[in-house]
């Protein structure tokens, strides 16, 4: 709804980025969260306050007028999994969820909605299943142990009376940051080789879908867990053959073998290697329509 402010958390990350410039687009006033001073900027319809969620700081100026929030906040898990760096992408995540929710009930702030970014990451590794929301293991992987304390840290909203909503985002692609440009960069320079077995199954979305998948699920007003994946998610294989495709490079390296993903990366090669194949059958049956169902013309609009 054009006029409204919207709370958004982790508004100076990859998504987060693409998202405020489209509410701003779209005459929304934009109030959001950052841990870092030198990102706050004050205009009259975006407008940045301080927090830090690990020692209980927040400026609760932000709240004003507030409906809707957006939760995005959370330490990047594209660093290598030090004890520390476990616990701060753990920590991070619930800690910021719990410092909002304690903030609205102190202060009884009207808000009505908490849509908060998830991940598939929460689906155990599996190279035959196909999950959907009514999936309810998890299993005891690093991620999924994440996601699913991140999940459980929405339920407090409820009991206060909230609609919650957690959106299981897969790969991100986009242009300029996260995986793309990181799977991108070895194929450009020649050494481009697919991971492991190449038969594990990533779930993308295009950063366009993504951000109009936030904007469906807020002006629907839409409760619940849903996959933010598109359609037609594919094997690593693939995915490294229509980059180099569109790089018009070749790929006549072997597979780089698990070992020395190990070795290079340490745990954190789960996120290369896990294989996670994501419905989207939830969200389209809710009435939402992706621009990019399948990778190729996505790479082609990213890849231009
Ligand atoms: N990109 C993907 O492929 C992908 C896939 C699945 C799920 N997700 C999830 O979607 C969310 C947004 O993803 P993204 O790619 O935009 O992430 P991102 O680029 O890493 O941005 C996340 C933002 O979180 C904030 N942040 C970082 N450490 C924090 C901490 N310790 N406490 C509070 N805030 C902290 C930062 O904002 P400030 O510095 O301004 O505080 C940062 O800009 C993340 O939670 C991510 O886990 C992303």
Redesign the pocket.
Known sequence: MMGQILLI??????????LVKHCLAEGYTVH?????KS?IITQKHHK?FY????NNTIDTACFEGVEVIV????????QRWSKAAKA??L???T??LALLCSTIKAHKFPVTQIIS?????IYPDSKTRYYDEKFQGTDASFLSSVVKS?EGSLKPFQTLGLKTTA????????SN???LPKIMSPIKHYLGAALGTGDQWQSW?HIDDLVQLFMFVLESKLEGVYN?VAPNPVQQTELTKLIAKQLQRPLFLPNIPEFVLRLMLGEMRAIALESQRVCASKIQDAGFKFEFLELEPALEDLMA
């Open positions: 958390t982790g508004a100076t990350g990859l998504v987060g980025k693409a959001y969260l950052t841990t870092r990102k940045g927090w830090n969620p690990q939760n995005l906040a959370g330490a990047s898990i594209a701060s992408i920590s991070s995540r800690e910021a970014a998830s991940a598939i990451g991140w959106l299981r985002i897969g790969i991100v692609l986009d940051e996260g995986a979305i933010a």
